[in-house]
């Protein structure tokens, strides 16, 4: 087992079921993704089974399961997006990057999730990038951005 | 002589529109020519379409300066600080004179959005300087006791902001009513529905005075437990809101024995939700705190007796506890002076859409939503046509232009079909297609329906697939009464607010909007021209110039020619992004 999730079981107590959540987002902050290693070591911990806990951590959209590119994309799909043409946006990224929402590019630059709302609507359409949000998209501002992020 | 302050907005919306270069262009000034003002942060004002903002306060008045880049920064500085001479024509607000903005602001009446945009929200205090943590005081002080802190909240009038809009006087009051050793008040902080941002700048502009909301109902249910359950995709609240829970604790308002009240021991600590529309619902939040899948539970036993952890829980959103505070402060009377009968108050509602002003308005409720959209918001933006609004989010409705005059209270929006919600507004104009509308609010709650109840998991799939049909041109006209007919059954047969209210926009949409379903199935056409399956895009060759701008926007490199010759649009590769016919200077894009 990784260091790092030996690590971050320590800071939370054993057989505590309510701190399963919290616990999955502290592996996945610092691991990127929720591994099947993460899952048999987070289980021992809590005794908590193995399906319980991936039954847990599929039902939220914020845990992935497979690594993740340099650079996450979250391009939003909320209303305001949406009749500001936020998914031509979309389609033209997915062109751009070659892969779908839940993918990850092969070179591992990037990866791409749709979200329902970041609440910038005032700014519509957007899209975050790690944790920087870019306002008032258009198609043509895509390529530039995107070459900020290697 | 007070020392000239520089104040720029950090909210998200600021720092996405560039706020965060424009302060450090300030403050690199600043330090490389001594300059003498006090430079500033805070967060959201709510004219979100003229961010980035700076204000500049100075002996003779405020000044509020929008759409800032760091050029037009470098020159505020240079003019009005060094010179004392204003820059007149980025001036978006002022005390001293009339701008066009002030419409934006003059009907406004602002408490729970009373200190966004005017205080640090990093600094408590600044909240402190403002009647900041005096409810509480008050309180503790003058030892004002649990039931008639109840009492002023009933007869305040407030109704629950997260959408609900139950009365939070009487939620108080059951939870206050069922005894055991521990209870718990939970902020909710999920604002899911998209539209919706009132929560998340309220959250980064003043965590404090929800903070204080809190604490003031967990003295008066007798809560010794407090949890925020804030949405993940909102970093910036949680940061700021653990700051804040930080300070307060320094300070002495949360912890043992609070502000000398022997035995009120109370602490907050933030749950981070994980992505789930759901988790909204007050039942499906308590069984993700718990660690479980956020799923709904059949009320009764409702929270108020059997909640977190089976102790007695209450639930209010972020806008009800930032009232709190003011009510306390300034009297149930003071709160019930605004609204109608039956719904007292203010509400912030988030203008977004096709509205020439958009960010967050707190007005009155009672307000026509004519006024709000035109008076306010200025109106649709490019002098397009106003065709409806959508309220409440995925369990709201259309409400269509001719019935604009409608008043924003809980019951007359209802009668429309829409809901209040969390209070987002969004405006759309004559080139929205409403059947697009609403099989995009079906696919979002398909994706989000938790999956328990049948109607709701397998009526909104089918549902979506019938509007998925329409918008390609295959429906049939016995397909509308085959949507009623499921919208029913949905709304009838699921548990949790989420399937009971999943159908409205199409219900709403259907009512007042028939036409736009018959056209796409009758004659196989978009009249907002939206549904890509039912468009197509062409080059004109009579009007082509083969300037090649067409070509070379394309995203999907689906168009060909020589430059200044006529060019044409591969339909096999063509993706309906519409970017030929917006780049296209000589109109020479038709749209069929």
Not at chain 2, 36 to 48: H, N
Request: charged share 25%; hydrophobic share 35%.
């Amino acid at each position: 087992m990784k260091d790092t999730i030996i690590k971050i079981l320590g800071q939370f107590p054993q057989n505590n079921r309510g701190s399963l959540i919290p616990l999955l987002q502290k592996v996945q902050n610092l691991e990127g993704y929720i591994s099947s290693d993460a899952i048999h070591a987070i289980s021992t911990h809590l005794r908590v089974s193995r399906s319980t806990i991936y039954g847990v951590s599929s039902f939220y959209s914020q845990f992935r399961f497979n690594p993740p590119g340099r650079n996450s994309i979250k391009i939003c799909l909320g209303t305001a997006c949406h009749v500001q043409g936020g998914d031509f946006l979309l389609n033209a990224l997915s062109l751009e990057i070659g892969i779908k929402p839940g993918e990850t590019t092969e070179d591992k630059r990037f990866d791409l999730e749709r979200v329902a709302c970041l609440g910038c609507c005032a700014l519509a359409p957007v899209m975050m990038i790690n944790n920087n949000i870019h306002s008032r998209m258009s198609v043509i501002k895509l390529r530039e951005i995107l070459n900020r992020y290697a | 002589m007070e020392q000239t302050k520089v104040i720029v907005g950090l909210g998200s919306c600021g720092i996405a529109a560039g706020a965060k270069k424009v302060y450090n262009k300030i403050k690199a000034l600043k330090e490389t020519k001594d300059l003498g003002f006090e430079l500033k942060k805070t967060s959201c004002i709510g004219m979100c379409y003229r961010e980035p903002l700076v204000e500049v306060v100075d002996d003779s008045g405020s000044y509020l300066y929008g759409d800032i880049d760091e050029e037009k920064a470098i020159e505020i500085i240079e003019k009005h600080i060094n010179q004392h001479d204003p820059v007149r024509e980025y001036i978006i607000h002022s005390d001293m004179f009339e701008t066009e903005d002030d419409e934006y602001l003059k009907d406004q009446v602002k408490i729970v959005l009373r200190n966004c945009g005017y205080i640090d929200p990093e600094n408590i205090e600044e909240y402190e300087a403002r009647n900041g943590y005096r409810a509480i005081k008050k309180i503790a002080g003058q030892r004002i006791s649990r039931m008639d802190i109840i009492q002023i909240i009933l007869s305040s009038g407030i109704r629950g902001r997260g959408g609900g809009g139950f009365p939070t006087g009487l939620k108080w009051k059951f939870a206050y009513d069922s005894k055991a050793d521990d209870k718990y008040i939970i902020c909710n902080a999920d604002e899911g529905d998209p539209g919706a941002f009132m929560d998340r700048s309220v959250l980064e502009g003043d965590p404090h005075s929800v903070l204080e909301g809190m604490i003031i109902g967990a003295y008066a249910i007798e809560a010794n437990g407090g949890v925020i359950y804030c949405r993940a995709e909102y970093p910036l609240a949680i940061k700021r809101l653990t700051i804040a829970i930080e300070q307060a604790r320094a300070k002495g308002y949360l912890g043992k024995n609070i502000l000398g009240i022997d035995g009120f021991n109370f602490d907050i600590y933030i749950k981070e939700g994980a992505g789930a529309f759901v988790c909204g619902e007050e039942t499906a939040l308590i069984a993700s705190v718990e660690g479980e899948r956020g799923m709904p539970r059949k009320r009764p036993p409702f929270p108020a007796s059997s909640g977190l952890w089976k102790k007695p829980t209450n639930i209010n959103n972020v806008e009800t506890f930032a009232n709190i505070p003011w009510i306390i402060m300034n009297g149930a009377e003071a709160y019930a002076k605004y609204g109608t009968e039956k719904s007292k108050g203010t509400k912030v509602f988030a203008l977004a859409g096709k509205i020439k002003r958009s960010g967050l308005v707190e007005v009155p409720m009672g307000i026509s939503i004519r006024d709000v959209i035109f008076k306010l918001g200025g109106g649709i933006r490019g002098n397009k046509k106003f065709k409806a609004v959508q309220m409440g989010g995925p369990s709201g409705g259309c409400i269509p232009e001719y019935l604009a005059d409608t008043i924003v209270d809980y019951d007359s929006v209802n009668a429309t079909g829409a809901i209040m919600g969390s209070g987002g507004m969004v405006v759309m104009d004559e080139d929205t297609c409403m059947v697009d509308i609403a099989k995009f609010f079906l696919d979002f709650t398909q994706k989000e329906s938790c999956g328990k109840c049948t109607f709701c998991r397998i009526g909104t799939k089918r549902m979506l697939e019938i509007l998925t049909r329409i918008t390609e041109g295959k429906g049939e006209m016995s397909d509308i009464e085959k949507l009623e007919e499921l919208a029913y059954e949905i709304k009838d047969n699921s548990l949790c607010g989420l399937g009971q209210t999943a159908p409205n926009p199409v219900l709403t949409t259907i009512k007042y909007f028939r036409d736009e379903y018959e056209a796409h199935i009758r004659d196989k056409k978009c009249p907002a021209k939206v549904c890509k399956s039912l468009l197509t895009y062409e080059v004109d060759p009579e009007k082509c110039t083969g300037c090649t701008v067409c070509a070379r926007n394309c995203p999907a490199d689906a168009i060909d020619g020589e430059k200044k010759e006529v060019h044409f649009i591969r339909q096999e590769d063509c993706i309906k992004c519409g970017m030929c016919y917006t780049k296209c200077k000589f109109d020479a894009i038709k749209l069929s």
